[in-house]
């Protein structure tokens, strides 16, 4: 069974860089074809889809984040990391990482880890 | 961008009611809609995947329905456990939006 874990500092200050990791357990991030996902959910508000890397090394993010936001891969730690610059205090959520499975063609996040709360504040 | 809008985006139903939550894209995405149920203090759960097929260990009171645009989440009779938020996503093109969330309250 594959476990998600994030890790990662409770507290950024404004204008500086989120950096979030993932340690995946029960199978490899380098092994089959999955998307390794970001999401983000703000206090008292739904769910934000943030981006994904593809297991060859292809990312994809939200318009909205993309001049901010970078997905990587750590295959020897085999973990995956988010980092976002420039925070504000909109960018206070929990943080989920997540991956995917494919059926009959339809990509669905299966795997979630528990979540981690972020909160931008000096 | 694909927008996806839920509605309601509230309602309040009693144990054993039959309840329906649809989720609208704002253009054709064939079956790639995926239902998620998150309680409060926990992470989401893959309820129903591709429009209509239940995630293994998902009661059978719920269902899924829909395809191109328009979309259905149904739970056939409310249990006490199923008093949550549920999403929808589409997954048909990056990126990968969630409708707003409908949150199933007790009446």
Known sequence: QVQLQESGPGLVKPSETLSLICTVSGGSVSSGSYYWSWIRQPPGKGLEWIGYIYNSGSTNYDPSLKSRVTISLHTSEN??????????????????????????????????????????SS | DIQMTQSPSSLSASVGDRVTITCRASQS????????????????KLLIYAASSLQSVVPSRFSGSGSGADFTLTISSLRPEDFATYYCQQTYSAPWTFGQGTRVEIK
């Open chain 2, 29 to 44: 995405i064939s079956n790639s809609l995926n239902w998620y149920q998150q309680k409060p203090g926990e992470a989401p």
């Open chain 1, 79 to 120: 973990q995956f990391s988010l980092k976002l610059n420039s925070v504000t205090a909109a960018d206070t959520a929990v943080y989920y990482c997540a991956r995917s499975r494919m059926v009959s063609g339809v990509v669905m996040l299966y795997f979630w880890g528990q979540g981690t709360l972020v909160t931008v």
